[in-house]
Protein backbone atom coordinates (compact mmCIF):
# COMPACT_ATOMS: atom_id res chain seq x y z
CA UNK A 1 0.00 0.00 0.00
CA UNK A 2 1.01 3.09 -1.12
CA UNK A 3 2.22 5.81 1.78
CA UNK A 4 2.27 9.84 2.39
CA UNK A 5 4.45 12.13 3.60
CA UNK A 6 3.55 15.72 4.84
CA UNK A 7 6.23 18.12 5.63
CA UNK A 8 5.56 20.72 8.12
CA UNK A 9 8.15 23.39 8.10
CA UNK A 10 7.44 24.74 11.46
CA UNK A 11 9.68 24.63 14.77
CA UNK A 12 10.32 26.40 18.25
CA UNK A 13 13.70 26.99 17.77
CA UNK A 14 16.36 25.78 15.40
CA UNK A 15 18.83 23.00 16.62
CA UNK A 16 22.25 23.94 16.25
CA UNK A 17 22.86 20.75 13.97
CA UNK A 18 19.93 20.40 11.73
CA UNK A 19 19.19 21.07 8.39
CA UNK A 20 16.09 20.40 7.82
CA UNK A 21 13.62 22.60 6.24
CA UNK A 22 11.62 24.91 8.52
CA UNK A 23 10.92 28.36 10.02
CA UNK A 24 10.38 29.63 13.64
CA UNK A 25 7.38 31.60 12.98
CA UNK A 26 4.42 30.72 12.82
CA UNK A 27 2.68 34.11 10.99
CA UNK A 28 1.97 32.02 8.16
CA UNK A 29 0.47 28.83 9.83
CA UNK A 30 -2.97 29.49 8.09
CA UNK A 31 -1.81 29.70 4.86
CA UNK A 32 0.76 26.54 5.06
CA UNK A 33 -2.17 24.42 6.44
CA UNK A 34 -4.67 25.74 3.54
CA UNK A 35 -1.51 24.86 1.19
CA UNK A 36 -0.70 21.32 2.25
CA UNK A 37 -4.49 20.78 2.51
CA UNK A 38 -4.73 22.13 -1.71
CA UNK A 39 -1.76 20.13 -1.89
CA UNK A 40 -3.51 17.24 -1.33
CA UNK A 41 -6.47 17.53 -3.33
CA UNK A 42 -4.54 18.27 -6.41
CA UNK A 43 -2.87 14.88 -5.80
CA UNK A 44 -5.35 12.71 -5.60
CA UNK A 45 -4.41 10.52 -8.55
CA UNK A 46 -1.25 9.86 -7.72
CA UNK A 47 -3.03 7.05 -5.31
CA UNK A 48 -4.91 4.47 -6.97
CA UNK A 49 -4.93 1.93 -3.99
CA UNK A 50 -5.28 2.48 -0.35
CA UNK A 51 -2.96 4.28 1.85
CA UNK A 52 -1.20 1.80 4.04
CA UNK A 53 0.85 5.00 6.32
CA UNK A 54 0.90 8.68 6.71
CA UNK A 55 3.80 10.09 8.39
CA UNK A 56 3.64 13.60 9.16
CA UNK A 57 7.52 15.43 9.58
CA UNK A 58 9.57 18.37 9.60
CA UNK A 59 9.79 20.67 11.41
CA UNK A 60 8.04 19.59 14.19
CA UNK A 61 4.12 18.65 13.43
CA UNK A 62 3.33 18.63 16.66
CA UNK A 63 3.58 22.28 17.34
CA UNK A 64 0.12 22.59 15.01
CA UNK A 65 -3.16 22.96 17.05
CA UNK A 66 -5.61 20.17 17.04
CA UNK A 67 -7.97 21.95 14.56
CA UNK A 68 -5.01 22.37 12.14
CA UNK A 69 -4.09 18.66 12.56
CA UNK A 70 -7.65 17.87 12.28
CA UNK A 71 -8.21 19.66 9.11
CA UNK A 72 -5.12 17.91 6.94
CA UNK A 73 -6.78 14.56 8.13
CA UNK A 74 -10.08 15.29 6.75
CA UNK A 75 -8.68 16.03 3.47
CA UNK A 76 -6.35 13.09 3.55
CA UNK A 77 -9.61 11.32 4.31
CA UNK A 78 -11.97 12.50 2.05
CA UNK A 79 -9.27 12.43 -0.72
CA UNK A 80 -7.72 9.08 -0.51
CA UNK A 81 -8.89 5.51 1.11
CA UNK A 82 -6.87 5.44 4.58
CA UNK A 83 -6.86 1.54 5.51
CA UNK A 84 -8.30 0.80 8.86
CA UNK A 85 -5.00 -0.45 10.09
CA UNK A 86 -2.49 2.67 8.51
CA UNK A 87 0.13 3.30 10.82
CA UNK A 88 -0.05 6.65 11.15
CA UNK A 89 3.01 8.54 12.88
CA UNK A 90 3.62 12.20 14.17
CA UNK A 91 7.01 13.92 14.96
CA UNK A 92 6.60 15.11 18.36
CA UNK A 93 9.19 17.13 20.77
CA UNK A 94 8.94 16.23 24.52
CA UNK A 95 7.99 19.98 25.51
CA UNK A 96 5.16 19.68 23.32
CA UNK A 97 3.39 16.34 24.87
CA UNK A 98 1.70 18.17 27.59
CA UNK A 99 -1.09 16.43 28.81
CA UNK A 100 -2.97 18.51 27.13
CA UNK A 101 -1.70 18.12 23.77
CA UNK A 102 -2.12 14.32 24.62
CA UNK A 103 -5.67 14.74 25.05
CA UNK A 104 -6.15 16.60 21.75
CA UNK A 105 -4.12 14.15 20.05
CA UNK A 106 -5.94 11.07 21.09
CA UNK A 107 -9.69 12.84 19.23
CA UNK A 108 -6.92 12.78 15.50
CA UNK A 109 -6.30 9.63 14.00
CA UNK A 110 -2.67 9.61 15.34
CA UNK A 111 -1.38 5.81 16.20
CA UNK A 112 2.59 6.48 16.46
CA UNK A 113 4.54 8.73 18.23
CA UNK A 114 8.30 9.65 16.90
CA UNK A 115 10.00 11.61 19.65
CA UNK A 116 12.81 13.57 19.07
CA UNK A 117 14.83 13.05 22.77
CA UNK A 118 18.50 12.81 21.36
CA UNK A 119 19.57 13.13 25.22
CA UNK A 120 18.50 12.49 28.75
CA UNK A 121 21.56 15.17 29.77
CA UNK A 122 20.36 18.54 30.12
CA UNK A 123 23.93 19.97 29.28
CA UNK A 124 23.59 18.20 25.89
CA UNK A 125 20.11 19.36 25.02
CA UNK A 126 21.15 22.88 25.86
CA UNK A 127 24.64 22.43 23.37
CA UNK A 128 22.23 21.33 20.73
CA UNK A 129 19.95 23.87 21.12
CA UNK A 130 16.97 21.59 21.67
CA UNK A 131 13.86 23.50 23.29
CA UNK A 132 13.10 20.78 26.01
CA UNK A 133 14.78 19.59 29.17
CA UNK A 134 15.99 15.81 30.15
CA UNK A 135 13.07 15.71 32.91
CA UNK A 136 10.28 16.35 30.11
CA UNK A 137 12.26 13.92 27.94
CA UNK A 138 11.89 11.29 29.89
CA UNK A 139 8.12 12.67 31.33
CA UNK A 140 6.92 12.81 28.02
CA UNK A 141 7.04 9.08 27.16
CA UNK A 142 5.43 8.20 30.52
CA UNK A 143 2.35 10.55 29.62
CA UNK A 144 2.15 9.28 26.16
CA UNK A 145 1.81 5.47 27.48
CA UNK A 146 -0.20 6.28 30.10
CA UNK A 147 -2.42 8.04 27.92
CA UNK A 148 -2.47 4.95 26.08
CA UNK A 149 -0.05 5.72 22.82
CA UNK A 150 1.96 2.86 22.84
CA UNK A 151 3.81 2.79 20.44
CA UNK A 152 6.42 5.36 20.88
CA UNK A 153 9.50 5.47 18.75
CA UNK A 154 12.41 7.49 20.16
CA UNK A 155 15.15 9.28 18.42
CA UNK A 156 18.84 9.50 20.12
CA UNK A 157 22.15 11.08 18.76
CA UNK A 158 25.34 10.20 19.31
CA UNK A 159 29.17 10.97 18.23
CA UNK A 160 28.91 14.81 19.64
CA UNK A 161 32.14 15.85 21.79
CA UNK A 162 30.13 15.97 24.79
CA UNK A 163 28.75 12.45 24.68
CA UNK A 164 31.46 10.25 26.41
CA UNK A 165 30.84 6.54 26.61
CA UNK A 166 29.09 6.86 29.79
CA UNK A 167 26.61 8.92 29.06
CA UNK A 168 25.62 7.03 26.16
CA UNK A 169 25.80 3.98 27.62
CA UNK A 170 23.27 5.65 30.20
CA UNK A 171 20.92 7.39 27.34
CA UNK A 172 20.91 3.90 25.75
CA UNK A 173 19.81 2.79 29.07
CA UNK A 174 17.48 5.17 29.80
CA UNK A 175 15.73 4.13 26.03
CA UNK A 176 15.44 0.51 27.45
CA UNK A 177 13.48 1.35 30.58
CA UNK A 178 11.24 3.15 28.88
CA UNK A 179 9.70 0.26 27.29
CA UNK A 180 9.17 1.96 24.13
CA UNK A 181 9.31 -1.04 21.06
CA UNK A 182 11.00 1.11 18.66
CA UNK A 183 14.46 3.58 18.93
CA UNK A 184 16.42 4.93 16.31
CA UNK A 185 19.79 6.28 16.96
CA UNK A 186 22.01 8.14 14.27
CA UNK A 187 25.47 9.54 14.48
CA UNK A 188 25.75 13.66 14.46
CA UNK A 189 26.47 14.72 11.05
CA UNK A 190 27.90 18.24 10.65
CA UNK A 191 25.86 19.59 7.36
CA UNK A 192 26.85 23.00 5.95
CA UNK A 193 24.99 26.17 6.49
CA UNK A 194 24.09 24.80 10.03
CA UNK A 195 25.42 27.25 13.33
CA UNK A 196 27.22 23.64 14.34
CA UNK A 197 29.51 24.11 10.91
CA UNK A 198 30.13 27.54 11.55
CA UNK A 199 31.01 26.85 15.23
CA UNK A 200 33.75 24.51 13.48
CA UNK A 201 34.52 26.44 10.98
CA UNK A 202 35.45 29.15 13.45
CA UNK A 203 37.46 26.92 15.81
CA UNK A 204 34.94 27.80 18.50
CA UNK A 205 33.71 24.17 18.62
CA UNK A 206 35.56 20.98 18.31
CA UNK A 207 34.97 18.94 14.92
CA UNK A 208 33.10 15.41 15.61
CA UNK A 209 35.10 12.27 15.76
CA UNK A 210 34.72 9.62 13.25
CA UNK A 211 36.17 7.22 15.42
CA UNK A 212 33.79 8.30 18.36
CA UNK A 213 30.53 7.56 16.36
CA UNK A 214 31.80 4.29 15.25
CA UNK A 215 32.74 3.21 18.50
CA UNK A 216 29.47 4.72 20.14
CA UNK A 217 27.60 2.76 17.13
CA UNK A 218 29.09 -0.14 18.19
CA UNK A 219 27.73 0.21 21.83
CA UNK A 220 24.28 0.92 20.37
CA UNK A 221 24.42 -2.34 18.67
CA UNK A 222 25.56 -4.37 21.25
CA UNK A 223 23.07 -3.17 23.78
CA UNK A 224 20.39 -2.96 21.97
CA UNK A 225 20.33 -6.41 20.71
CA UNK A 226 21.11 -7.76 24.15
CA UNK A 227 17.63 -6.16 24.95
CA UNK A 228 16.17 -7.89 22.62
CA UNK A 229 15.99 -5.27 19.84
CA UNK A 230 16.27 -6.58 16.17
CA UNK A 231 18.67 -3.92 14.28
CA UNK A 232 16.61 -3.93 11.00
CA UNK A 233 18.37 -0.71 9.56
CA UNK A 234 21.32 0.85 9.70
CA UNK A 235 19.88 3.69 12.32
CA UNK A 236 17.22 1.72 13.47
CA UNK A 237 15.99 -1.24 16.26
CA UNK A 238 12.53 -2.22 16.60
CA UNK A 239 11.16 -4.98 19.45
CA UNK A 240 9.42 -7.78 17.22
CA UNK A 241 6.83 -6.90 15.18
CA UNK A 242 7.22 -3.35 15.66
CA UNK A 243 9.17 -2.01 12.44
CA UNK A 244 8.42 1.43 11.23
CA UNK A 245 6.05 0.30 8.46
CA UNK A 246 6.21 3.69 6.23
CA UNK A 247 9.95 4.16 6.28
CA UNK A 248 10.35 -0.09 5.67
CA UNK A 249 8.59 1.34 2.58
CA UNK A 250 11.08 3.93 1.77
CA UNK A 251 13.94 1.10 2.08
CA UNK A 252 11.50 -1.23 0.05
CA UNK A 253 10.74 1.16 -2.53
CA UNK A 254 6.99 1.34 -2.10
CA UNK A 255 5.62 4.35 -3.88
CA UNK A 256 4.53 7.06 -1.74
CA UNK A 257 3.90 10.72 -1.93
CA UNK A 258 5.21 13.74 -0.33
CA UNK A 259 3.48 17.02 0.52
CA UNK A 260 4.38 20.59 1.83
CA UNK A 261 7.66 22.62 1.49
CA UNK A 262 11.13 20.26 0.84
CA UNK A 263 8.92 17.40 0.55
CA UNK A 264 9.55 14.27 -1.74
CA UNK A 265 7.54 11.68 -3.74
CA UNK A 266 8.49 8.78 -5.85
CA UNK A 267 6.10 6.67 -7.99
CA UNK A 268 8.55 3.71 -8.78
CA UNK A 269 10.23 5.47 -12.16
CA UNK A 270 10.07 9.06 -10.85
CA UNK A 271 11.43 10.83 -7.84
CA UNK A 272 8.93 14.53 -7.27
CA UNK A 273 10.32 17.54 -5.03
CA UNK A 274 8.78 20.41 -3.83
CA UNK A 275 10.89 23.71 -3.07
CA UNK A 276 12.07 24.30 0.11
CA UNK A 277 10.53 27.97 0.34
CA UNK A 278 7.57 28.61 2.41
CA UNK A 279 6.35 31.62 0.39
CA UNK A 280 6.87 29.79 -2.88
CA UNK A 281 5.23 27.00 -2.23
CA UNK A 282 1.81 28.94 -0.54
CA UNK A 283 2.21 30.83 -4.20
CA UNK A 284 2.51 27.96 -6.46
CA UNK A 285 -0.84 26.49 -5.11
CA UNK A 286 -2.44 29.27 -4.50
CA UNK A 287 -1.92 30.34 -8.26
CA UNK A 288 -3.90 26.56 -8.90
CA UNK A 289 -0.34 24.99 -9.36
CA UNK A 290 1.80 21.92 -7.86
CA UNK A 291 5.34 23.05 -6.57
CA UNK A 292 7.09 20.30 -7.85
CA UNK A 293 10.20 19.22 -9.98
CA UNK A 294 10.04 16.25 -11.43
CA UNK A 295 13.43 13.88 -11.27
CA UNK A 296 13.20 11.21 -13.76
CA UNK A 297 15.44 8.07 -12.75
CA UNK A 298 17.28 6.11 -15.00
CA UNK A 299 17.79 2.92 -14.72
CA UNK A 300 21.34 3.20 -13.17
CA UNK A 301 19.68 5.94 -10.63
CA UNK A 302 17.01 3.20 -9.38
CA UNK A 303 19.48 0.40 -9.17
CA UNK A 304 21.99 2.47 -7.36
CA UNK A 305 19.13 3.98 -5.00
CA UNK A 306 17.82 0.10 -4.78
CA UNK A 307 21.56 -1.29 -3.73
CA UNK A 308 21.90 1.79 -1.29
CA UNK A 309 18.26 1.31 0.81
CA UNK A 310 18.43 -2.73 0.67
CA UNK A 311 21.60 -2.91 1.38
CA UNK A 312 21.40 -0.78 4.88
CA UNK A 313 18.68 -3.50 6.70
CA UNK A 314 18.28 -6.89 7.81
CA UNK A 315 16.52 -8.40 4.51
CA UNK A 316 19.69 -7.25 2.47
CA UNK A 317 19.86 -7.06 -1.10
CA UNK A 318 18.52 -9.39 -3.44
CA UNK A 319 20.17 -11.15 -6.04
CA UNK A 320 17.21 -12.29 -7.73
CA UNK A 321 15.57 -8.96 -7.94
CA UNK A 322 18.06 -7.34 -9.23
CA UNK A 323 18.17 -9.92 -12.12
CA UNK A 324 14.59 -9.68 -12.51
CA UNK A 325 14.08 -5.75 -12.06
CA UNK A 326 16.95 -4.22 -13.91
CA UNK A 327 18.61 -7.02 -16.05
CA UNK A 328 21.36 -10.07 -16.79
CA UNK A 329 23.46 -7.15 -16.98
CA UNK A 330 23.32 -5.66 -13.91
CA UNK A 331 23.49 -9.06 -11.81
CA UNK A 332 26.72 -9.90 -13.54
CA UNK A 333 28.56 -6.64 -12.48
CA UNK A 334 26.63 -6.65 -9.18
CA UNK A 335 28.48 -10.27 -8.78
CA UNK A 336 31.43 -9.12 -10.39
CA UNK A 337 31.64 -6.26 -8.25
CA UNK A 338 31.42 -8.41 -4.97
CA UNK A 339 34.19 -10.30 -5.27
CA UNK A 340 36.48 -7.03 -4.27
CA UNK A 341 34.77 -7.87 -0.38
CA UNK A 342 36.07 -11.56 -0.49
CA UNK A 343 38.88 -10.71 1.84
CA UNK A 344 36.60 -9.31 4.16
CA UNK A 345 34.37 -9.78 6.48
CA UNK A 346 32.08 -7.28 5.49
CA UNK A 347 29.42 -8.75 4.31
CA UNK A 348 27.41 -12.65 3.92
CA UNK A 349 25.84 -14.30 1.80
CA UNK A 350 22.73 -16.17 2.33
CA UNK A 351 21.36 -17.97 -0.96
CA UNK A 352 20.19 -15.34 -3.49
CA UNK A 353 20.68 -12.34 -0.36
CA UNK A 354 23.32 -10.29 0.50
CA UNK A 355 23.52 -8.87 3.74
CA UNK A 356 26.05 -6.52 6.56
CA UNK A 357 27.94 -8.29 8.66
CA UNK A 358 27.98 -6.29 12.52
CA UNK A 359 31.65 -5.17 10.98
CA UNK A 360 29.97 -4.11 7.42
CA UNK A 361 27.62 -2.25 8.96
CA UNK A 362 30.40 0.40 10.09
CA UNK A 363 31.34 0.66 6.29
CA UNK A 364 27.27 0.69 5.02
CA UNK A 365 27.58 3.77 2.60
CA UNK A 366 31.35 3.04 1.79
CA UNK A 367 30.21 -0.26 0.41
CA UNK A 368 26.90 0.84 -1.31
CA UNK A 369 28.82 3.13 -3.10
CA UNK A 370 31.41 0.32 -4.37
CA UNK A 371 28.32 -1.64 -5.58
CA UNK A 372 27.77 1.09 -7.85
CA UNK A 373 27.02 0.99 -11.46
CA UNK A 374 28.07 4.22 -12.82
CA UNK A 375 27.26 3.49 -16.49
CA UNK A 376 25.96 0.55 -18.11
Not at 321 to 346: A, P, R, V
Request: hydrophobic share 40%; charged share 25%; net charge negative.
Amino acid sequence: MSGIYIHIPFCKKACHYCDFHFSTSLKYADEMVEAICKEIKMKKDRISGQVGSIYLGGGTPSILSQQALQKIFDTINHTFSVDAGAEITIETNPDDLTSQKLKELKQLPVNRFSVGIQSFFDEDLIWMNRAHKAMEAEDCIRRSQDAGFENLTLDLIYGYPLLTDQKWLSNIQKAIELEVPHISAYALTVEPRTALAHAIKNKKQAPVSDNQSASQFVILMEKLVKAGFEHYEISNFAKPGHYAVHNTNYWRGVDYIGIGPSAHGFDGQNRYMNPANNALFIATLADNKLPEIIEELSLNDRFNEYMMTSLRTMWGTDLEKISTDFGKDFLEETQYNLKNFDDKDWLVRDGAKIRLTETGKLFADHIASELFIVEN
